[in-house]
């Protein structure tokens, strides 16, 4: 299938560890971001990535970092979890600043 | 004040009826805007799109923007059961980047 994948799909964790989430897209879209989607449904950009640039949303803590090891995938790295970070975690991917497609979500839960 | 507000609901509508979900936002340098549908536990899939002001159909559905009144609006025709789900609007910024509001949840009942 043809699809954005996100793996794990639930994550539970306790706070102060460091935990990463993997993102594949087999879509051949050369742009890939990383979404967080708090507990009122509210979903904020936290990275958008292409074979040229990372832009960061500035309000994201830098205990948070992307890395790209191709252009299919954007692993999403968390160090020293908080309490604040459970979330659902969605990466998309687009062709250009064209339609995104999302992934179904990973559910961290920091205890 | 958010970027684009929406109101959360939820929404409950009998089947068959018309729905109207609606989205304001503050800034008129957005051109594009985006309706994504959001089913329990999915990521959000995109459902239809316009640009500028107007009105775009696709089958059951009609997106509405008036530029004027900086108000989006999305209109469910003969509404089903399988409508139900979160609706989020997304205008895209002069960086491409969407914005999206809270989203509003919809319940359509049998």
């Known amino acids: 299938d043809t699809a954005v994948s996100q793996t794990p799909k639930y994550l539970v964790t306790q706070m102060g560890n460091d935990k990463s989430i993997k993102c594949e897209q087999n879509?051949?879209?050369?742009?890939m971001y990383w979404y967080k989607q708090d507990s009122k449904k509210f979903l904020k950009i936290m990275f958008s990535?292409?074979?040229?640039?990372?832009?960061i949303n500035e309000t994201v803590p830098n205990r948070f970092s992307p890395k790209s090891p191709d252009k299919a995938h954007l692993n999403l790295h968390i160090n020293s979890l908080e309490l604040g970070d459970s979330a659902v975690y969605f990466c998309?991917?687009?062709?250009?600043?064209?339609?995104?497609?999302f992934g179904p979500g990973t559910r961290l839960t920091v205890l | 004040q958010k970027e684009v507000e929406q109101d959360p609901g939820p929404l409950s509508v009998p089947e068959g009826a018309i729905v109207s979900l609606n989205c304001t936002y503050s800034?008129?340098?957005?051109?594009?805007f985006m309706w994504y549908r959001q089913y329990s536990r999915k990521g959000p899939e995109l459902l239809m799109y316009?640009?500028s002001s107007g009105n775009k159909e696709d089958g059951r559905f009609t997106a509405q923007v008036d530029k004027s009144s900086k108000y989006i609006s999305l209109f469910i025709r003969d509404s089903q059961p399988s409508d139900s789900a979160t609706y989020l609007c997304?205008?895209?910024?002069?960086?491409?980047?969407?914005?999206w509001g809270a989203g509003t949840k919809l319940i359509i009942k049998p």
């Open positions: 316009t640009y």
């Open positions: 998309a991917s687009s062709h250009g600043y064209n339609e995104q497609f």
């Open positions: 990535y292409n074979n040229k640039e990372l832009i």
């Open positions: 800034n008129s340098a957005f051109q594009y």
């Open positions: 997304a205008p895209r910024d002069s960086n491409y980047q969407l914005i």
């Open positions: 879509l051949g879209h050369d742009t």
